[in-house]
């Protein structure tokens, strides 16, 4: 479950100045606590891990340094960046790590921001990014400003199981009842629903996804790679099908996947299924921590081979997953986690691991991939520091499900980034490629669907 946010900064601060950056950083720590705190299990697993303070904090346990073979390419980053991805994050410490690459080109630098997911999804770290960039942009002298917060001691298993039976008496227990009534409608509805229009969730547990080279055991090895597309084009894209960008980054992803799986020989003839999260925040709310997510089931429909019918297909698909999850209630999820024994999950997966369950010949996945996308920053963020250029986030992979695609908006632009299981996706380069191929592919179709309509249109107004 770990994501990462890579920053590219064009900066004229020297490369060798490490302190400069464990300055600000350290400076950070206080409008951004989540940083300094570890995880922590209940004894007896009685309520979910908690967050605390980390009183063995120590800032250059988290920060790493390290140069780009040359000539610090686009290949260099991305493998380099796969490579970071590889290992687990120390679970007796603040579960991130920072690392600096050098030796790009042009003098930039990259920043490489490794998080566990269950500190932050991706709209509170989209929050937490901006906060720290518009802090450190006017943070003219970090030495003076360093971090003043000072941890408390870890809590004892007393105090954490003491601590988790107040919790459950005083919330559990008391909205337990309300929390059945919600279930139960929630069912009632999605049963209604899927009488009357058809439920995505209903049809995945019944008939789950087709079985692909994604969807095995994961191993500790990644791949990954990234692509840019204009915003402004896929927005145009988007007006002119009559979607959103989101349909579109959906289509193309189905494109690359669908190019992907036929270069292997391995395309099936049902559709893909690929979970989404959205946020399931509240009007108002703005959190730089924690996860507030629900997830939309689509298909994504590899199997049709014309790009506009495909789009059409996959734009159905989405709209009807939003009505699925407006049905549902979109916190309902969230209450569904919270109510999960902790024991139950751990057990599960445990259990899933030992079997090696994903490897079974009869295995049906849950979902082929996984594909997000968060608008972050509209202008580009620049201070004392330097210019972000650019801005990438990666989202985590999960078992059985070896391919996550992560969409994020900066500045004008769609930075896309792709990581895989390396078993699984060992030529991560190639599926990049085929995404931005994809764009050309679906606007060509849609200009050429264009110019047979007015092709159409001028001979019949000559034959009237």
């Given at each position: 479950m770990h994501t990462l946010k890579i920053q590219i900064i064009d900066t004229d601060i020297d490369e060798t100045r490490y302190d400069?950056?464990?300055?600000?950083?350290?400076?950070?720590?206080?409008?951004?606590?989540?940083?300094?705190?570890?995880?922590?299990?209940?004894?007896?697993?009685l309520h979910h891990p908690v967050l605390v303070d980390d009183p063995d904090f120590d800032l250059d346990s988290h920060i790493y340094r390290a140069a780009l073979p040359a000539p610090g390419g686009e290949l260099e980053l991305n493998q380099m960046i796969a490579q970071i991805m590889c290992h687990r994050l120390d679970r007796q410490r603040p579960l991130w790590e920072l690392w600096l690459l050098t030796g790009l080109a042009n003098g930039r630098i990259a920043i490489v921001h490794k998080i566990h997911h269950c500190l932050a999804d991706g709209t509170a770290t989209m929050r937490y990014i901006s906060h720290a960039f518009e802090y450190q942009a006017h943070l003219m002298s970090p030495a003076a400003d360093a971090s003043t917060w000072r941890a408390s001691p870890l809590p004892s298993g007393y105090r954490l199981v003491g601590s988790a039976l107040a919790d459950h008496l005083k919330?559990?227990?008391?909205?337990?009842?309300?929390?059945?009534?919600?279930?139960?409608?929630?069912?009632?509805?999605?049963?209604?629903?899927?009488?009357?229009?058809?439920?995505?969730?209903?049809?995945w547990l019944s008939s789950p996804p087709p079985r692909t080279r994604l969807n095995h055991v994961?191993?500790?090895?990644?791949?990954?790679?990234?692509?840019?597309?204009?915003?402004?084009?896929?927005k145009q894209l988007a007006h002119k099908l009559d979607g959103t960008v989101n349909d579109v980054i959906l289509a193309l992803a189905a494109a690359a996947l669908r190019d992907y799986l036929q270069f292997h020989n391995e395309l099936p003839d049902e559709p893909l299924g690929t979970a989404i999260p959205v946020t399931a925040e509240q009007p108002g709310e703005l959190r730089e921590s924690g996860n507030h997510t629900s997830y939309?089931?689509?298909?994504?429909?590899?199997?049709?081979?014309?790009?506009?019918?495909?789009?059409?297909?996959?734009q159905h698909s989405t709209r009807v997953a939003k009505q699925e999850l407006q049905v549902l209630g979109i916190d309902t999820f969230s209450q569904l986690m919270h109510f999960m024994p902790p024991f139950l999950s751990l057990w599960k997966t445990r259990r899933k691991q030992r079997l090696r369950k994903a490897d079974r010949p009869n295995f049906k996945p849950l979902t082929n991939a996984i594909i997000s996308n968060v608008p972050g920053p509209r202008e580009q963020l620049s201070g004392n520091y330097g210019t972000l250029v650019d801005i990438y986030s990666m989202g985590p992979l999960v078992e059985a499900c070896g391919l996550n695609i992560t969409v994020w908006s900066y500045a004008g632009n769609l930075n896309i980034s792709m990581m895989g299981c390396k078993k699984a996706v060992p030529d991560i380069e190639r599926l990049a490629d085929a995404m931005v191929v994809a764009?050309?592919?679906?606007?060509?179709s849609l200009a050429t669907t264009e110019g047979d309509r007015e092709r159409y249109s001028t001979t019949g107004e000559e034959s009237r």
């Open positions: 400069v950056l464990r300055e600000r950083l350290e400076a950070t720590l206080d409008i951004v606590p989540m940083l300094r705190k570890r995880v922590m299990f209940v004894p007896l697993n919330y559990d227990i008391r909205a337990f009842p309300s929390f059945v009534a919600t279930m139960w409608r929630a069912i009632t509805r999605l049963l209604a629903f899927n009488r009357d229009v058809g439920s995505p969730t209903v049809k994961l191993s500790a090895r990644r791949s990954f790679s990234r692509r840019q597309l204009p915003l402004a084009d896929v939309l089931p689509i298909c994504l429909w590899t199997n049709i081979a014309d790009p506009q019918e495909r789009f059409r297909a996959i764009m050309s592919e679906l606007e060509q």
